[in-house]
């Protein structure tokens, strides 16, 4: 089945730790996505990429830093510099940057820093 | 700046009554509008869309979104609301800007008794 992979989907994490949460997609998309999700906040974009090796970033990307060297993979990583970085993490992928803008997403990684 | 409002944080339903959840965007051009729902404990899935052509849209499950552009509008209607309809449901906007990413509403809680 085509899809979306988060994982972990639960993460612990200790205060000054650096994390890293995987995306992988095997729907042939060419754009990626993170948003993070926090109760009354609704979704906010961190980073998105439109194709590979190429990534912009969103409007909560501090503290925040991704990669894309491969078309399916999309991980991100949770710096210690995020002051309040305990969350629900959301990856998501549509067909193409600029098209219809209609996402599918991951199931979505929780993140607590202890 | 683009954003998307959502009027309700929260509304609660007894099962049968109809319920209209507010979106209203910022932009005054074209857009793509969504409306994405989360099940407790489940990810976020597509519930309509709107790209053109007819303002009244149907979507799964009963639901069903109008498009009106001089109100910069896209709300969510169902006419008699289930148990299962407790939900987050969010409202997303396109800007139609090549690159961009989908801008979310903050979500609305619908809870619904039986």
């Known amino acids: 089945d085509g899809g979306i992979t988060q994982s972990p989907k639960y993460l612990f994490r200790k205060e000054g730790q650096n994390v890293t949460l995987s995306c992988e997609q095997n729907?042939?998309?060419?754009?990626m996505y993170w948003y993070r999700q926090d109760p009354g906040q609704g979704l906010r974009l961190i980073y998105y990429?439109?194709?590979?090796?190429?990534?912009q970033k969103g409007d909560i990307a501090e503290g925040y830093s991704v990669s894309r060297e491969k078309k399916e993979s999309f991980p991100l990583t949770v710096t210690s510099a995020q002051k309040n970085p305990t969350a629900f993490y959301l990856c998501?992928?549509?067909?193409?940057?600029?098209?219809?803008?209609?996402?599918?997403f991951g199931e979505g990684s929780r993140l607590t820093v202890l | 700046a683009q954003s998307v409002s959502q009027h309700n944080h929260h509304v609660i339903l007894s099962e049968a009554a109809s319920l209209e959840l507010g979106c209203n965007y910022s932009?005054?051009?074209?857009?793509?509008l969504f409306w994405y729902v989360q099940y407790p404990g489940q990810h976020l899935q597509l519930l309509l869309k709107?790209?053109?052509?007819?303002?009244l849209v149907k979507g799964i499950k009963g639901f069903e979104a109008e498009f009106i552009k001089s109100k910069f509008s896209f709300n969510l209607r169902k006419p008699s609301v289930q148990w299962s309809d407790t939900a987050e449901y969010f409202c997303?906007?396109?800007?139609?800007?090549?690159?961009?990413?989908?801008?979310f509403g903050k979500g609305t809680t619908l809870s619904v008794s039986s």
């Open positions: 998501a992928s549509s067909i193409r940057a600029g098209g219809t803008g209609e996402l599918f």
């Open positions: 729907l042939n998309h060419d754009a």
């Open positions: 990429s439109q194709i590979v090796n190429d990534f």
């Open positions: 932009y005054g051009g074209t857009v793509n």
């Open positions: 709107y790209f053109s052509g007819d303002p």
């Open positions: 997303a906007v396109n800007f139609n800007q090549a690159g961009t990413a989908l801008i």
